[in-house]
């Protein structure tokens, strides 16, 4: 048990959680919780279960950011099973709160980089409220909804798979507490299905490769947050807990699913399978190549799409246990680990952010060049290539 200290008893109102209590608290997604630092003050508690003891840490009223601060750092202990929570009931004004901070940063955003695509920052933030309903857990008919809301919000839009790469590849480098994983995995994988197959996916079937990509890390909410946020590397026990995302991923959707929530089961087959890869190197059945020629054993083509995104977007992304990496980092990795991804899906994904990052205006003396077996090359100056 982490010690309590003084200051904190004599500051902070603490009781006991008995199994009642603990089901009337929601956790913070850390993915958005520095957006607590963009608030003057605070209309509703935010809580640090330690154990079996809530303390109410922030109080409603003008925030002390020091106090944000010391949350943090307890977070990123990996050996204290602690989360940072709200009570259930303030759940709108805390969405209200998130979504209004979003939406000002994203109007920054767009005043310090206007060559970024208005349009897509707009479908980003409409993805990302959906994304951290089903982060937040608790997913219900009212979830389920908003979120096929959102995805044909997106695929309404038809915005043009160059610009996605573009702006949410530089988005992250500009204000990295503003990128949403699951929005923008989503965001990706339908610019995938309407621009980068040979075979076009319909506006429907884009829709659902949305859905899909929105509730793929779903089993995450079940990993206890110990090891979810943990800063270090995982020892080889605890990435057995955390590869079981994918196995209660699927349970919870289904569950739902049976319940009668407005969900596709491709879904949950997604959230199964997303870690799986195309030689049969991923988990967590080992599953390999195109289910339209293995049924029993092939890894389904939305799966194939969203892994993708999946894998680009995380390489992007900070975490606590990972530093981002550039885009054309990013994608050189990928470029490396290129026989875990299905051909016909990477080789136009990788032509696609090439030639997003070629056109990137802070790279114009540089090229990014693709070899005739899907290797990247270094980057080249422009004036030595047409040369």
């Known amino acids: ?9 004599q500051r902070c109102t603490i009781t006991q959680l008995d199994e009642k209590a603990r089901k009337r608290l929601q956790p913070v997604s850390l993915e ?12 509703f508690s935010i809580f640090c279960r330690i154990e079996n003891t809530l303390i109410e840490y922030v109080s ?9 601060d010391d949350l943090w750092d307890l977070m990123r202990r990996p050996e204290t099973d602690c989360e940072i929570c709200i009570r259930k009931v303030d ?14 940063k994203l109007e920054l955003l767009s005043r310090q980089m206007p060559n970024l695509d208005k349009k897509t920052l707009d479908v980003f933030a409409n993805l990302s409220a959906a994304s951290q309903m089903v982060v937040a857990g608790g997913i219900n008919a009212d979830v389920a909804q908003h979120v096929k809301a959102s995805a044909a919000f997106l695929v309404s839009n038809a915005i043009d798979s160059d610009q996605v790469v573009a702006t949410l590849s530089r988005m992250i480098n500009c204000d990295p507490t503003l990128y949403d ?78 319940g009668g ?24 059945h080992g599953r390999r190549g195109p289910f339209e020629a293995d049924a029993q054993h092939g890894i389904h083509l939305y799966t194939r799409i969203v892994m993708i995104a999946d894998v ?45 990052l070629n056109k990137d205006e802070s790279h114009t003396n540089r090229l990014l060049v693709i070899g005739e077996n899907g290797e990247l090359s270094e980057w080249q100056s422009k004036k030595a290539k047409s040369a």
């Open 312 to 356: 680009y977007s995380a390489l992007l992304m900070r975490r606590v246990y990972k530093p981002a990496f550039q885009p054309q980092d990013a994608i050189r990795i990928m470029a490396q680990e290129a026989n875990g991804f299905d051909p016909d899906v990477f080789k136009p994904f990788l032509k696609c952010v090439v030639r997003s």
């Open 181 to 258: 994983h699951s929005a923008t995995v989503a965001m990706l994988a339908a610019a995938i299905s309407l621009r980068l197959l040979p075979k076009q996916l319909s506006g429907r079937e884009a829709e659902l490769v949305a859905q899909c990509a929105l509730y793929h890390d779903v089993g995450k909410t079940c990993v206890p947050h110990e090891i979810l946020n943990k800063p270090g590397k995982f020892t080889p026990a605890e990435f057995d807990i955390m590869k079981q995302h994918t196995t209660l991923g699927h349970s919870e959707l289904m569950k739902l699913i049976d």
């Open 91 to 104: 759940k709108a004004a805390f969405d209200a709160l998130m979504g209004g901070v979003r939406a000002h």
């Open 261 to 284: 929530v407005s969900i596709d089961e491709l879904v949950a087959r997604v959230a199964l399978e997303h870690h799986e890869r195309w030689d049969g190197s991923g988990y967590p």
């Open 60 to 68: 409603p009223g003008p925030l002390v950011t020091a106090h944000l």
């Open 32 to 43: 958005f919780f520095h957006f607590l630092y963009q608030t003057k003050e605070l209309p």
């Open 1 to 9: 048990m982490l010690k309590i200290k003084e200051s904190t008893r």
